[in-house]
């Protein structure tokens, strides 16, 4: 097999906090430059936020969130004879929670809040209540899964 289909599992360990990978995951994805006790301070003070608007256990908003977002097919570029094809793929759980955790980032980047843990925390409510940017980029996913499905047959 060649290098570039190997894959190595990364090890992920769990928060401190929650004790929970998805958290400590996520946590890896906000965190910039290496600033890894700023991105656990924002993922935090996202959570405490959420905790006190619904009065309601974050960690379950947040898993329950991600399962909203997490897309079921997604589009992969396939060359046949010159042409390209956007061909239809389904998505594997680990594939879809990382999808899950980058489009809710970049929700949360585009918000008009100041800070970035409000920005977080409105877009995992907006996820969890089947709303906001995130769900929009899945649903447009489908979308799209489902025009190319006459592709299909293109799959590697």
Do not use: C
């Amino acid at each position: 097999m060649s290098r570039r289909h190997r894959s190595i599992k990364k090890i992920v360990l769990p928060d401190l906090k929650y004790q929970d990978n998805m958290v400590g995951k996520f946590i890896n994805i906000i965190m910039k430059q290496g600033k890894k006790s700023t991105a656990e301070k924002i993922v935090y003070k996202s959570f405490n936020t959420i905790k006190d608007l619904l009065k309601d256990d974050p960690l379950k908003i947040f898993k329950s969130a991600l399962e909203k977002v997490r897309p079921l097919v997604e589009l992969r570029s396939r060359r046949v004879g010159g042409a390209n094809y956007q061909v239809p793929v389904e998505v594997s759980t680990e594939r879809g929670l990382i999808l899950a955790f980058r489009w809710i980032k970049e929700a949360a980047k585009k918000r008009a809040e100041q800070q970035m843990h409000i920005k977080i925390a409105n877009e995992i409510i907006d996820a969890f209540q089947d709303r906001g940017e995130s769900i929009k980029k899945r649903e447009n996913t489908h979308k799209m899964a489902e025009a190319n499905k006459a592709f299909a047959h293109y799959l590697w």
